[in-house]
């Protein structure tokens, strides 16, 4: 079965700096990687995707991706953090090919201090 | 669109009343789907839809029923709340293309419940 853990469920950046928030799955290569992000008191909203096109993925507001299958990572990045950018950010991938169930990881909240 | 709604936004129930928590979505998606997310746990699915008249069981489906009799709502039903079910609930739809690459999936703003 799918796993998903991220590393750090709390990571703190100063605005400008590089944003790296990790996470790996399981060892067999899930068909679809997500990151999501939940802004305070609101839904998830999709960042980016992995489907197997290109293993970086650029995502909305300058995050993006990298899939590293020798390492089962799919670590999101952004290069200089804004502080708009505070927020829980979820990992997420597809169990099969067959549905459209989705294992979540445990979330890392993003502190950004001025 | 109004995309994935939820009612209500809050609610604070006693132990043993029951409730129902409204999923609605005008994207004519085939697939729907209820999670809790609880701190330090992510997001957890409790039951699934992939279709008017199919349901399954996802993670944590203890306590929770669900029915699909249409293809545009999905609701959630506590029949006997606990503090246990004290959480936040998502509910989320898709469109069933996950091998089109278009795969995505779409939460409603949430549910926060308490539940004393």
């Known amino acids: 079965a799918q796993s998903v853990t991220q590393l750090g469920s709390h990571v703190s950046v100063s605005e400008g700096a590089l944003v790296l928030l990790r996470c790996n799955y399981s060892?067999?290569?899930?068909?679809?990687l997500f990151w999501y992000v939940q802004y305070p008191n609101q839904g998830l909203q999709l960042l980016l995707k992995?489907?197997?096109?290109?293993?970086l993925v650029k995502g909305i507001n300058g995050f993006e991706a990298e899939f590293k299958k020798s390492e089962t990572s799919f670590h999101l990045t952004k290069p200089s953090a804004h502080m708009s950018d505070a927020a829980e950010y979820f990992c997420?991938?597809?169990?099969?090919?067959?549905?459209?169930?989705?294992?979540f990881g445990t979330g890392t909240r993003l502190q950004v201090f001025p | 669109n109004a995309g994935v709604t939820q009612t209500p936004k809050f609610q604070v129930l006693k132990t043993g009343q029951s409730m129902t928590l409204q999923c609605a979505q005008d994207?004519?998606?085939?697939?729907m789907s209820w999670y809790r997310q609880d701190p330090g746990m992510g997001l957890r699915l409790i039951h699934y839809?992939?279709?008017?008249?199919?349901?399954d069981q996802g993670e944590v489906p203890n306590g929770y029923n669900v029915s699909r009799s249409t293809t545009e709502d999905f609701p959630l039903r506590l029949l006997s709340a606990a503090p246990s079910q004290t959480s936040v609930y998502f509910c989320?739809?898709?469109?069933?293309?996950?091998?089109?690459?278009?795969?995505?999936?779409?939460f409603g703003p949430g549910t926060r419940l308490t539940v004393l």
């Open positions: 989320a739809s898709s469109s069933l293309l996950l091998l089109a690459g278009e795969f995505e999936q779409f």
């Open positions: 992995y489907t197997s096109a290109a293993t």
């Open positions: 060892s067999s290569v899930p068909p679809y």
């Open positions: 994207m004519n998606h085939e697939y």
């Open positions: 839809s992939v279709g008017a008249g199919i349901t």
């Open positions: 997420a991938v597809s169990e099969g090919y067959n549905t459209d169930k989705l294992i």
